[in-house]
């Protein structure tokens, strides 16, 4: 079988542990191969952060340690151990199950000369180019190539000294973390940005709506006012013609009346002339 896994990393050649599916194997985690490099499937989420790609980084709230964080032995235990035992607590053996059979690879115990490191840094650019990574900017690409080159120097740091690969180990697990705590923390700006828009928006159709209506009601009440304004004056008139009406038969009875004062007037008059002329 060739080597299935196209990582910078240098891996051995691929061992088959068995063929059978027994519940041993069910408990072992299946791996799907992304770019060639067996991942775990279970881990895989549909929810990225805008702009990137693959899953989201696990762990808990922003700046918190991922609970998947392998916790070494103390040093005291390492010594004891074997330059394999402590690679595959860094490095994990890969495992994948194709057509019903499960495949175990191991990174390699093999020590780097100074034509490794040469070919790992050609290797690196050419994958850069292969895969047409962003030399600026965030790339998920170019991270995942420089955390495997970076792997792979671990790797050959630990083959030489062990402390000095642990170390190295525990500054790459912190920029790991740090790195996934930055991405969820975009992650979460960006969601809480989404959701502000779509808040936004929501008030913006709420706010159209409250308009549309408080101009329909203003048209109506100018309606209203229109009518009130069209009755005033018909009352306005009515008025006027009936203090007209009240006048004119006012004026009428007064002159009325004003004639029968000097007919009564004159009818006093020629009494009074009559009484005061002497008697015959």
């Known amino acids: 079988m060739t080597d299935k896994i196209t990582s910078l990393i240098k891996y051995d050649t691929p061992v ?33 952060a805008p702009g990137l790609s693959g899953a989201l980084p696990p762990g808990g709230p922003l700046g918190t340690a991922s ?23 860094i490095l ?9 059979q499960l495949w175990v690879q191991s990174v390699s115990t093999t020590p780097a000369t100074s034509v490794d ?3 790992l840094q050609e290797h690196i650019d050419l994958r850069l ?19 495997q080159c970076f792997d792979e120097i671990i790797r050959q740091v630990t083959i030489n000294c062990a402390e000095r690969g642990l170390l190295l180990y525990r ?24 959701r502000k828009a779509l808040m936004a928006e929501e008030h913006k159709v709420k706010v159209g709506a409250r308009c549309d ?15 009130l304004r069209q009755e005033i004056d018909q009352l306005q008139t009515e008025a006027q013609e009936a203090r007209q009406a009240e006048a004119d038969k006012h004026e009428e009875t ?3 009346h004003q004639a029968r004062i000097e007919v009564l007037k004159k009818k006093l008059e020629g009494i009074i002339k009559q009484a005061t002329q002497p008697k015959k």
């Open 16 to 48: 088959l542990v068995t063929t059978k599916k027994s519940e041993e194997n069910d408990k072992v985690p299946r791996l799907s191969m992304r770019d060639g490099i067996p991942t775990d499937a279970s881990d895989a989420s549909s929810t990225s």
């Open 67 to 89: 609970s998947n964080r392998i916790v070494l032995p103390p040093l005291h235990e390492l010594r004891k151990m074997e330059t394999q035992e402590i690679l595959n607590l």
């Open 92 to 100: 994990p053996p890969k495992e994948w199950e194709e057509q019903g």
């Open 117 to 119: 490191v040469q070919q």
């Open 129 to 147: 180019q292969e895969q047409m990574a962003f030399e600026t900017g965030i790339c998920p690409v170019r991270r995942g190539l420089y955390t």
């Open 171 to 194: 500054v790459r697990d912190d920029v790991r973390e740090t790195l996934d705590a930055y991405q969820r923390l975009y992650t979460s700006a960006c969601a809480y940005g989404v």
């Open 213 to 227: 209506e408080l101009r329909t009601q203003v048209k109506e009440l100018e309606e209203r006012a229109e009518s």
């Open 254 to 256: 007064k002159t009325i």
